[in-house]
Structure formats: C-alpha cells, structure tokens
C-alpha cells in the first residue's frame, strides 16, 4: 500500500495550491479519502473528506469555501484545491485513506504561506 502526495511549496499569502495524493495497493474507491494537516508544535488536524461512493465531502470550519477536495477513481488520486491561502494554512498535508477496517497514510508534503 502506498500514498504517495505531491504539489506541497511556498505560496504566497493569497495563492492557490493543488495537492495531489496517488495511491496503490487497495481498492481505491472503496475508502474515504481525507486530507488531514499538522502546523509545527501543533497535533495534525482533520481538513477535508470525499466518500468513494456517493461523492459526499465535508470540511473542516477554517477551510471551508476555501478549499475543495476531489477524486478520480479511475486514477487513484486524490486532490486538494487551496484557494485563498493564508499564513496558518501553512503545515504538513497528509492524505489518508479510511474506512471501517482501518487507514492508510502517506508521508505528507509540505505548505508554506509567506510573503
């Protein structure tokens, strides 16, 4: 099993940013995909979900309207739209994947908001 996430850098306050999360080795539409991040000396925090089945999404209050989650099963990816970035966006993102047997997490990129 591997996820595997691209598209982290610097942006400046303002910017956009996609992440992209490919993933192998399991059943890719059959799991909840979430993107979760971790700002230094902070626990990670829970910031989007797409279900793999009825395409359903939520997201966390301080993204929300700002960012947007995807996915293309017929690519085993997951995507992370960031509009509107500001300074305390910036951490490591992490895609997982998830469901009731368990999870899988990849190794995070990293997102930095400056000017």
């Known amino acids: 099993v591997q996820l595997v996430e691209s598209g982290g850098g610097l942006v400046q306050p303002g910017g956009s940013l996609r992440l992209s999360c490919a993933a192998s080795g399991f059943t890719f539409s059959s799991y909840e995909m979430r993107w979760y991040r971790q700002a230094p000396g902070k626990g990670r925090e829970w910031v989007a979900s797409r279900s793999g089945t009825d395409g359903s999404t939520n997201y966390a209050a301080a993204v929300k309207g700002r960012f947007i989650i995807s996915r293309d099963n017929a690519k085993n990816t997951v995507y992370l739209q960031m509009n509107s970035l500001k300074p305390e966006d910036t951490a490591v993102y992490y895609c997982?994947?998830?469901?009731?047997?368990?999870?899988?997490w990849g190794q995070g990129t990293q997102v930095t908001v400056s000017s």
């Open positions: 997982c994947a998830a469901r009731w047997s368990g999870s899988y």
